[in-house]
Every structure is written in C-alpha cells, then in structure tokens.
C-alpha cells in the first residue's frame, strides 16, 4: 500500500512556524462544561457533532471535545488494540488493495476508533481507502473530522519548545503529527519536565526546516496514570 500523506493538511507547515498567538487549553473549564448536560459545551453533544464531520465547530469547540475527552471514563491513553494494529500493518505491506482490503481497513481503523475516537492515523487510513473506493461522502466527513483534531493541536503551539508544545492527549497523535508536517522520526524520545509540566521531545530526521526536535505537553495522558 503505498505512503499514507495528508497532502490536504501540509499547508499547515507555513502556518505553524509564523504563528504566535496561540491558545493553550483551559483544562479546569473544559472538565466542568463538558460535564455540564445544560452546556453548549457538554462532551455528548460535542462528539455527536464530531461523528456526523460538522465543519461549523469553532476552535473553542473543538478545544472542548479534544481535550475534553480526558475527562470522559473511556479515556485511556496507554491502551493499544495490537491485535488490530497487526491486521492493519499486514494490509499497509501489501503494493495494492482491492475493494475488499479497503474495507477491511476501513473496518479495523473503525475499531481502533471505538477505542480511541482522535486516532489520526486511523482517520487517515479511512481517508485512503475512501479515496481509493471514490466514496466522496465519507471522505469529506473523515478528512473533516482530521482536521477538526488538528486545529485543536495546532491552534496550542508549534512545538519548537516546551513553552510552545504542541497539546496532546495520546503519544499516537505524536508520531501521526510528525508525519502530517512531512517530518520523519530521528530515533529518540525523552520524557521530560519543566516547571511542574511534563513532555515528549521528539527528534526530528533532517529535514528542510534544520529543525531538531518537537515538544508535546503530555500532561493530560501523564497525570491520567496512578502512581
């Protein structure tokens, strides 16, 4: 299967390295309103939107479903399905898939999703086998759903530093960013901690930016850990 690239979200690069005015989570505020049935902001009401690819969600929003889904029961960051990942690397090794391989595929991401519903790789293997099956309905649906999680991401910071990490909620969304920005893993990541805050710095291979590494405040799947 060839090289899975949302070619659609690169443009994001110039966006991310001009940008300063960034928006940083309300992590207290988003727990009590999307825990709030009375509010726009409550998380059921959020997802529904989420799932049917509403494009009108404002960042503040998306802010509230993406880091908002920390707060729900479901949330679980270390938990890994292998079994389907294998599955789907078995079909990622194939040079062609027919209908059926892609809507196996689709199948397996859809079950990757019911466990973690902001897995960006996922989404992207959908986006292919949709474009692949020239489902239009479903693509415009899941690349909106992408880029939904994006714009929470990206509106945080642009990850030069910790004091502008990128915030995630799942190391997996991690790795899937390094490769919608165009960048390859260097090899190495270092938990590290500044000022009571908690990051992953990613290496970065060489690239055409002479960027040597990422930042991403992991805070959210960090604290969700009983020691």
């Not at 505020?29 to 997802?47: A, G, H």
């Not at 729900?72 to 890994?80: H, I």
């Not at 090899?187 to 040597?212: C, M, R, V, W």
């Amino acid at each position: 299967m060839k090289t899975l690239i949302f070619s659609f979200l690169i443009l994001f690069t110039t966006i991310l390295w001009s940008q300063d005015n960034y928006v940083l989570p309300n992590l207290d505020q988003i727990e009590k309103e999307t825990q709030n049935k009375n509010s726009e902001f409550y998380f059921s009401k959020l997802m529904d939107r989420f799932e049917k690819g509403d494009s009108t969600m404002t960042l503040l929003e998306k802010h509230h479903l993406y880091y908002g889904y920390t707060f729900q029961e479901a949330y679980s960051p270390y938990n890994r399905l292998t079994d389907v990942i294998g599955k789907i690397n078995e079909l990622h090794s194939k040079e062609s898939l027919n209908q059926v391989d892609l809507k196996n595929l689709i199948d397996f991401s859809n079950t990757i999703l019911k466990d973690f519903p902001f897995d960006l790789s996922a989404l992207e293997y959908k986006v292919y086998a949709y474009e692949e099956l020239d489902d239009q309905k479903n693509l415009a649906k899941t690349i909106t759903q992408a880029n939904i999680i994006l714009d929470a991401v990206f509106s945080t910071g642009n990850g030069r530093e910790p004091s502008s990490a990128f915030h995630v909620i799942d190391v997996r969304n991690e790795y899937s960013i390094l490769n919608i920005l165009g960048f390859n893993f260097g090899g190495n990541q270092a938990l590290i901690e500044e000022s009571g805050h908690f990051y992953d710095k990613l290496t970065l291979a060489e690239n055409q930016y002479e960027i040597p590494e990422l930042y991403f405040d992991i805070c959210s799947s960090y604290n969700s850990l009983a020691f």
